[in-house]
């Protein structure tokens, strides 16, 4: 029992929320439409300099398509690019299966402040002739 309540003393609780990236994107091809990942990683840079898109599987193609529309339209630079495989189990306690994973850093391109503004003046003055 003394062991039990040493081991107790003894353990280390750490904040798990402090390890969870805050400019981390975690895409899926079934949840949200690829522009909403689009507006969503713009929104991240514009409050951290930089995003961290990741996706598993199938959504790959869904992550790389929005870095290249961020690439294309001068917003962002690539910084990073890490693939790897992680374990994981099928529904239901199956057999484990290895998904592919990748993840991309971006950061702001050096015209990404410029760019915003004109895109908000443009929203601006459309929403103004509407009006």
């Not at 507006?39 to 930089?50: G, I, S, T």
Request: no cysteine.
């Amino acid at each position: 029992m003394e062991g039990v309540t040493e081991a107790v003393n003894n353990l280390n609780i750490s904040d798990s929320s402090a390890s969870i990236k805050k400019n981390r994107i975690q895409v899926s091809n079934t949840k949200k439409p690829l522009f909403f990942y689009v507006n969503l990683a713009k929104r991240y840079m514009q409050q951290h300099n930089e995003v961290e898109l990741s996706a598993l599987g199938m959504a790959i193609a869904t992550v790389v398509t929005i870095a290249e529309i961020l690439k294309n339209n001068g917003l962002a630079v690539e910084k990073k690019i890490i693939t790897s495989t992680v374990d994981m189990r099928e529904e239901s306690g199956g057999r484990p299966v290895q998904k592919a994973k990748i993840e991309i850093l971006l950061g702001k391109s050096e015209k990404f402040d410029e760019l915003m503004a004109a895109a908000a003046a443009e929203e601006a003055l459309d929403n103004e002739e509407q009006s």
